[in-house]
């Protein structure tokens, strides 16, 4: 019986030290998991930091600095349809407020029911941006401002001097422009106008949880939202799309490795920046958009010939890197990119 009792006691006293040294090992091994896993999210972080920048309050224009008046000035020109010929279109109508700044159409219907031929941007963050319109021809959202108002297929008004004289029949407007551009002997002028939608459209900001990252909330990402930005990075798509805004920043050839109307399925062929400068070497080349609310402003490119979000992932990957990515990739991108739509102030919308 003694034999019998010191022999289990033995076992018993064997397996507690053995699970003990099993425990260790186990909790050895997951205290290296999640410090291997901090390392990594710390070297995503440093990456991001170095790539891109917290997304300003407002872009500023030290030749039209941006004021309380003018921006009440502006929001009510940006809804206002009497800026249009027949009274049927208004800044808001191809850039929706509601609906992240676009239409979600692939081209926009003017005022004479006739079709844009370029997909409409939206103008959320749109001041940060190097320049205006797909092409870049105009420096800045006021210059840009002034071009739909006028243009015979978008909102039709025949020229300055008739958006002058409708304006000064509204009964608020000469007050209004008399408060956001105090001392001017004739506030109502159509250079005013452009100064305050742009003044107003330099507030269209849309922070998001990926601004509450860059600055130092690293929990502001999970940990499928990390992948997809580590993805992001270690495929190439921050060579193009950097900075604040994730792009906006610089002019790209749209097809370096292939035709893009042969991926996109475009229905016409578009020089881009050929047409505007009249050089072979902006032939297809186009401004960079902004990544910013990019899940929220289909379809995507300049003629919006793609809807599918995943879909514009592949065909960039493959036409601008060179590069076929996997099901996984795109979606862990896609996830990325989710995390860049914002919330725009409530008080800046009608």
């Keep these: ?18 699970g003990c040294n099993n425990n260790e090992t ?15 999210s710390a070297t995503i972080a440093k990456q991001a930091k170095e790539l891109f920048a917290v997304l300003p309050d407002e872009a500023k224009n030290p030749d039209n600095p941006v004021t309380p008046e003018k921006v009440t000035l502006g929001k009510a020109l940006y809804y206002d349809k009497r800026l249009s010929k027949d009274n049927t279109q208004s800044c ?5 407020l509601d609906t992240y700044g676009v239409d979600n159409q692939p081209f926009s219907k003017g005022n004479n029911g006739g079709f844009g031929g370029r997909n409409s941007p939206t103008t959320l963050n ?17 210059a840009q401002a002034g071009g739909p108002v006028l243009n015979p297929v978008e909102m039709e008004m025949p020229n300055e001097k008739a958006v002058v004289d409708r304006l000064l029949k509204i009964k608020e407007y000469p007050g209004l422009f008399q408060k956001a551009f105090p001392g001017e002997k ?23 949880k990926f601004d509450k990252y860059l600055a130092g909330d690293e929990n502001a990402l999970n940990a499928q939202e990390k992948q997809g930005l580590e993805t992001f990075i270690n495929v190439g798509c921050a060579t193009c799309h950097s900075g604040a805004l994730l792009g906006g920043n610089m002019f790209q050839k749209f097809g370096i490795y292939g035709d893009y109307w042969k991926e996109t399925k475009s ?70 990119l989710k995390t860049l739509t914002g919330e725009l102030n409530p008080d800046l919308k009608q």
């Excluded at 019986?1 to 053995?18: A, H």
């Design 267 to 336: 229905k016409k062929i578009d020089n881009g920046k050929f047409d505007v400068s009249k050089d072979e070497k902006d032939k297809f080349v186009f401004k960079v958009p902004s990544l910013r609310n990019i899940e929220k402003t289909y379809p995507y490119f300049h003629d919006g010939s793609v809807p599918d979000l995943n879909n514009a992932v592949k065909i960039m990957a493959k036409l601008e890197l060179n590069k076929t990515l996997t099901e996984k990739q795109v979606d862990e991108i896609v996830t990325f």
């Design 186 to 208: 004739n506030p109502v002028t159509f250079e005013n106008v452009k100064k305050a939608i742009g003044a107003y459209e330099r507030k269209l900001v849309t922070p998001s």
């Design 1 to 18: 019986m003694k034999k019998i009792f010191f022999s289990t006691l033995f076992m018993m006293v064997l397996l507690f030290f053995t």
């Design 126 to 142: 749109a001041a940060f941006h190097i320049a205006q319109f797909w092409d870049g021809r105009e420096k800045d959202v006021e």
């Design 92 to 96: 808001n109508t191809c850039h929706n």
């Design 26 to 40: 186990k909790q050895d091994k997951t205290d290296e998991s999640q410090l291997k896993n901090k390392d990594e």
